[in-house]
């Protein structure tokens, strides 16, 4: 939400800050993973690329799951689960002004999804 440009907190502002949630590459925990971008990011699949080349460095082997369900493009931002061997593993999001990955650590560890 804090990137959402259109219901977040942040309203116009999110496209001139950095990620809001901060943290460092700790494993996951409550702490969130996050590094900067390489600019703006106009496409679902450039999303997926800034995604995937963030998750090369910090978690090997952790990639971003193809757009399924509600996951995708928000206004702002990207939000995709993670796949690790072919399963859901957890979360990220990109940021549409500045490429910014926030790697969505508070969530604990995925235990199954239900689609309606």
């Known amino acids: 939400m804090m990137w959402n440009i259109r219901y977040g907190v942040m309203g116009s502002l ?9 943290g460092s590459f700790s494993g996951g925990g409550w702490n969130s993973w996050s590094g900067t971008g390489n600019g703006k990011v106009a ?8 995604a995937n080349k963030w998750l090369a460095k910090a978690d090997p082997g952790e990639r971003a799951a193809p757009v399924m369900g509600g996951m995708g493009k928000f206004p702002g931002y990207y939000t995709f689960d993670t796949t690790r ?3 859901t593993y957890g ?12 790697y969505h650590g508070w969530h604990g560890t995925f235990l199954s999804e239900l689609d309606f």
């Open 14 to 22: 999110s496209s001139r800050i950095g990620p809001m949630m901060g």
């Open 85 to 87: 061997n072919g399963k």
């Open 91 to 102: 979360m990220l999001s990109v940021n549409a002004s500045t490429g910014a990955v926030w």
């Open 43 to 50: 496409a679902t699949a450039q999303a997926v690329a800034a």
